[in-house]
């Protein structure tokens, strides 16, 4: 109820903020109809809702599979997507060398999961199991349509940062619009930075809800211990190539070299994994995050991968 309280404001102010800048800034513009961004902006967010599943299934190397090929993934689906409450999504698997999944899709009755090889060859089906109920987590609650309709609030900010900084209208009040476009910019950063926190929100909802739908908490937790330490072997040129894509992973790719190194105090026996005893620990423990990686955080789409794991740890309880 918490992370969804949470959501429900962000989405609240978000509105709020930018409500508030149009006015303000059409006014002082004397520009009647200043809406044209919120409907240049959000034509090219629908354009990339109607479009994206195809892109993602080119970028990310997507190969629809049978059950006779994935006997055990398909059941695990369907059973926890009847548990859910939401159509069986088709099932596919991706090429791309990093260990991962994903879920998108353009509704509950579209909705796609995929499972990249590398990862169905580093989980036990436990643990595998858990990250499918994750991401039929995301697909219950819409969560790609949820971020994409988000999006357009930045977007905004940045039509109108362009327009006034780089461009003039007929020479007419050019301070002002330098002043306008210095604020549309801060604007579009600060909601931005809503925009990935909402995400950040969403991955904590769909963790739990992964739990709720029967999965051993400590089993995702060892799950996304062994996924971060997947990533952190992956070279930088095999890496690039899905930078602009890792909003759909389970994680953050990126940052896996950082979180290894913090995740090490939760593997006590350096076993490689996370069981129930370790997890358990964790939710009466200290843990350490260095302040480099708390900002890096702000800028992520993904929570702290130690911070997502001790919430794990209190759920366990």
């Known amino acids: 109820m918490w992370l969804q309280l949470r959501l429900y404001l962000l989405v609240t102010l978000l509105f709020a903020l930018v409500y508030a800048a149009v006015t303000v800034i059409a006014s002082v513009m004397e520009i009647g109809d200043f809406m044209m961004y919120g409907i240049i902006a959000s034509a090219?967010?629908?354009?990339?809702?109607?479009?994206?599943?195809?892109?993602?299934?080119?970028?990310?190397?997507?190969?629809?599979?049978?059950?006779?090929?994935?006997?055990?993934?398909?059941?695990?689906?369907?059973?926890?997507?009847?548990?859910?409450?939401?159509?069986?999504?088709?099932?596919?698997i991706s090429q791309i060398p990093i260990p991962n999944a994903f879920?998108?899709?353009?509704?509950?009755?579209?909705?796609?999961?995929?499972?990249?090889?590398?990862?169905?060859?580093?989980?036990?089906?436990?643990?595998?199991?858990?990250v499918i109920g994750h991401e039929i987590a995301h697909l219950k609650h819409s969560d790609v349509a949820v971020i994409t309709f988000l999006s357009v609030f930045p977007t905004v900010f940045w039509f109108i940062a362009r327009s006034t900084m780089f461009?003039?209208?007929s020479g007419r009040r050019r301070g002002n619009e330098a002043l306008i476009g210095i604020v549309a910019f801060l604007l579009y950063f600060i909601t931005n930075l809503l925009v990935l926190y909402a995400s950040r929100i969403r991955e904590y909802y769909a963790d739990e809800r992964s739990v709720r739908l029967g999965n051993p908490p400590h089993a995702l937790a060892s799950a996304l211990y062994k996924l971060v330490y997947g990533s952190a072997r992956v070279s930088k040129e095999n890496m690039k190539p899905f930078e602009g894509l890792k909003a759909f992973f389970l994680n953050d790719p990126s940052r896996a070299l950082n979180e290894i190194r913090e995740l090490a105090q939760v593997d006590t026996d350096r076993s490689g994994s996370i069981d129930q005893h370790e997890l358990l620990m964790l939710s009466t423990k200290k843990v350490k995050i260095g302040l480099g990686d708390m900002l890096m955080e702000l800028m992520s789409t993904h929570p702290n991968m130690v911070k997502r794991v001790q919430r794990l740890s209190k759920i366990a309880m």
């Open 44 to 92: 090219m967010l629908i354009l990339q809702w109607l479009l994206g599943p195809k892109l993602v299934e080119m970028s990310m190397g997507v190969r629809y599979v049978s059950r006779a090929e994935y006997p055990e993934i398909y059941r695990a689906v369907e059973e926890l997507s009847v548990a859910a409450g939401i159509p069986v999504p088709r099932i596919g």
């Open 103 to 130: 879920a998108f899709g353009r509704w509950r009755g579209d909705g796609r999961i995929c499972i990249t090889n590398e990862l169905t060859r580093m989980l036990s089906f436990q643990e595998l199991r858990a």
């Open 167 to 169: 461009y003039s209208y």
